[in-house]
């Protein structure tokens, strides 16, 4: 058991800029989940996956946000012409889900967003 | 809505002191309740649970207990070290077998605690 990785830690953008965030979950793990979490807050809740397919999005997820799990292992996050409320950390958690129950949600250290 | 409510902080607390942080919360079903811990420079981690009623979960000394009547589930711990010093995070996610969720996880704001020698 690895854990969850994200990558990269940091990333400093100019406001109109494409971003895209890499997040490798725990091997087994079936389910992966973005979240972000800005100064002060908790973490919100923007999309998950089960295997490859996205199940639910948030209404924080904008037109400009894409999330992807080709083939169900890896996932990466895409911001489109950021702006300057992108500023974030941007958080990927992972977890198994079997028929009857779920292992909690394991974190990555996030990615910690500044658009400038 | 799901919901969660946690006490302000940040709280200070000088070495060996009593810990209590507050939670409560607000759900369409029957939640799982969590508590998370981040470090410092570190990413979340599951500090405790308890999926039902009356359930206390606990770990590292922190204690939390699932009561339904007050919809709470308060931290404590007993004697707190400087090594305790992190943001705090109640949490809840409800099963899809609730008919409400999806597991997914619903966060309160966090409590930063600093705890001196």
């Known amino acids: 058991d690895t854990g969850v990785s994200q990558d990269p830690r940091h990333k400093i953008t100019k406001r109109g800029q494409n971003v895209t965030f890499r997040c490798d979950p725990i091997?087994?793990?079936?389910?992966l989940y973005w979240y972000r979490q800005t100064l002060g807050q908790g973490p919100e809740f923007l999309t998950y996956?089960?295997?490859?397919?996205?199940?639910?999005k948030s209404r924080l997820l904008s037109d400009r946000f894409s999330a992807e799990r080709p083939k169900g292992s890896f996932s990466t996050l895409e911001i489109q012409r950021t702006e300057q409320g992108d500023s974030a950390m941007y958080l990927c958690a992972s977890s198994l889900v079997v028929v009857k129950g779920g292992s909690p949600l394991h974190f990555g250290n996030g990615t910690r967003l500044t658009v400038t | 809505g799901n919901s969660v409510t946690q006490m302000e902080g940040p709280v200070t607390l000088s070495e060996e002191a009593f810990l209590t942080i507050n939670c409560t919360y607000t759900?369409?079903?029957?939640?799982?309740l969590f508590w998370y811990v981040q470090y410092p420079g570190e990413g979340l981690q599951l500090l405790l649970k308890?999926?039902?009623?009356?359930d206390k979960g606990s770990n590292k000394g922190f204690e939390a207990t699932y009561r339904k009547e007050t919809t709470s589930f308060h931290l404590e711990k007993g004697s707190v070290q400087v090594s305790d010093s992190a943001v705090y995070f109640c949490?809840?996610?409800?099963?899809?077998?609730?008919?409400?969720?999806?597991?997914?996880?619903?966060f309160g704001k966090g409590t930063k605690l600093s705890v001196i020698p």
């Open positions: 759900a369409t079903g029957y939640p799982s």
């Open positions: 996956f089960q295997n490859e397919a996205q199940l639910e």
């Open positions: 949490a809840l996610s409800l099963s899809p077998y609730s008919g409400a969720g999806s597991y997914q996880l619903t």
């Open positions: 091997s087994e793990h079936n389910r």
């Open positions: 308890a999926t039902k009623a009356d």
